[in-house]
C-alpha cells in the first residue's frame, strides 16, 4: 500500500511538473509589454501636469519653509534672550545661563541661513 502511495505522489508530481511550463506558455500574449507601453505614453502625452508647474510649485513651497525657519529662529533667540536677562536679574532663577545661550546661538544660526539662503536664491534667480 505504501508503495502505491509513494508511486501515485511521484506520477502526480511529474503531472505536475509537466503541466505548469505547458500551461503557463501556453496562454502567453507576446505584444502585452508593448500594448502598455503604449498606454502609458500615451495617458503621459494627455497629462496636464507640466513641469513649468512642478517648478512653481517647489518655489513656492521652499519660500515657505524659509519664512517658516527665519520665523521660529527668531522666535527661539527671543524666548532664549528673555531666559538669559531673567537668569541675569534673580540669583536664586532656577534658569540655567547654558541652555539660554545654546538657545540664542541655534535660533541666530537658523535665522541666518533662512535670510541667506532666502537672500542668495532671490538675487541668483533675478528676483523671481
Known sequence: MRKYFFDL????YIGIIVLIPYR???QVDVTA????????????????LQVSQIKTG???LFDIILII???CGTALTGVSLYKLYQASQDEQSREHVGRSV???????????L?????LITTTATGGN
Open 9 to 12: 505522489l511521484l506520477k502526480g
Open 24 to 26: 503557463a506558455f501556453a
Open 33 to 48: 509589454p508593448l500594448q502598455q507601453l503604449q498606454s502609458a505614453r500615451d495617458k503621459a502625452k494627455s497629462s496636464n
Open 58 to 60: 517647489s518655489e513656492s
Open 69 to 71: 525657519a527665519g520665523v
Open 102 to 112: 545654546a538657545g540664542i546661538v541655534i535660533g541666530a544660526i537658523i535665522t541666518m
Open 114 to 118: 533662512a535670510v541667506v539662503v532666502g
